[in-house]
């Protein structure tokens, strides 16, 4: 059974009665859930306390403040004041800029995942090398984001929520799913609700409901293999499954999740299978290594891979 997205979203914040969350555990597994939410960190504005940084600013004007000789004629300070109206300036700005109401952007690194609740209550899982923004002025009237990488989102019901990506857009109302668009291939997945996909390449719109994805590249339209019990993606607690995946894709996500530097010396190739990121680098080399009878060299944050017994081959980088 997977819970609604409202209730999920409820869950996510804590916001279940007994009642509830004893009927949500009896009738699904939340151990992997438990899990992530526990690990993920929720990002917060910076605080600003207004009287500090005054007073700082007092304290180095009168630190900076030239001798003044007594017998020389009072001119008037231009350039105190100057500092003064650009201080306050910068006050003005940093006070601005810490507002939660501000425009938003979320961006995470190599081998990190983020958490962050919306203005409305709907929650993003960011993945590692993603990148979000939104208005959070007009979120209540718009529901408006961009995104570049990979994010799970877990939608409240109300206005439409539009997901704006290189490859393409998506659209809800309310439910939970998944948007991966990496390089010319935008992935969405279903897992709650319906969603609606669309480009600038496609005539028509492609509608999903739970447990259906689907892959875009281009005019070409597939379907996605979904793991259709869970209610979070695979990424989320460090499953990465692939099928007919490009052997670059595949290690640019090795690259991505464990923050190393990847060379592959081969041509390429076509994989299925998966890695899981807790059993650690070295096991998923293997396993996507392996079926290809590719050899792997790990030195320092740098992971060479080639094809066995084969010392002539181009060098190409695949990640940075």
């Known amino acids: ?23 949500l555990e009896a009738s699904y597994d ?24 005054w007073q700082r600013f007092l304290s180095r004007r009168e630190a900076e403040a030239p001798a003044v000789d007594p017998t020389a004629g009072r001119a008037f300070p231009w350039r105190w004041v100057a500092g003064l109206a650009a201080g306050l300036a910068l ?6 800029l810490a507002m939660p109401s501000g425009s938003f952007q979320l961006q995470t690194q ?4 983020q958490r ?11 993945n590692a090398e993603s990148r979000l923004s939104y208005q959070a002025r007009s979120w209540d009237k718009q529901r408006v984001l961009r995104l570049e990488g990979e ?8 206005s439409p929520f539009v997901v704006h990506t290189p490859q393409g857009q998506v659209q809800v109302l309310g439910t939970s799913f998944n948007v991966h668009d990496r390089g010319l291939r935008l992935e969405v997945a279903c897992f709650t609700g319906k969603v609606q ?40 607690s460090g499953r990465f499954r692939f099928h007919q995946a490009s052997i670059r894709e595949v290690l640019g996500e090795v690259s991505r999740q464990f923050d190393v530097r990847v060379q592959y010396l081969g041509p390429d190739k076509i994989y299925n299978g998966g890695f899981d990121t807790h059993l650690g680098l070295e096991h998923a080399l293997k396993m996507v290594c392996d079926p290809l009878n590719l050899a792997y060299d ?15 081959v181009q060098h190409e980088h695949i990640s940075e």
């Open 1 to 23: 059974m997977n819970p609604d997205s409202d209730i999920l979203a409820r869950w996510l914040e804590g916001r279940l009665s007994e009642a509830e969350l004893e009927q």
């Open 30 to 53: 939340l151990q992997e859930l438990k899990k992530w939410v526990e690990a993920a960190g929720e990002l917060q504005p910076p605080p600003f306390d207004e009287k500090q940084a």
């Open 91 to 96: 006050l003005a700005m940093g006070y601005w």
């Open 110 to 113: 190599a081998a990190e995942h």
């Open 116 to 126: 962050h609740t919306l203005p409305d209550g709907s929650v993003v899982l960011l």
């Open 151 to 158: 994010a799970f989102f877990v939608v409240k019901k109300g």
């Open 197 to 236: 996909v669309s480009n600038s390449s496609l005539s028509d719109e492609v509608l999903l409901t739970a447990g259906e994805g689907v892959a875009i590249k281009g005019q070409d339209v597939l379907p996605l293999q979904l793991e259709v019990q869970d209610s979070l993606p695979a990424w989320s």
């Open 298 to 312: 790990i030195k320092g944050r740098v992971v060479t891979i080639k094809v066995r017994n084969n010392a002539h």
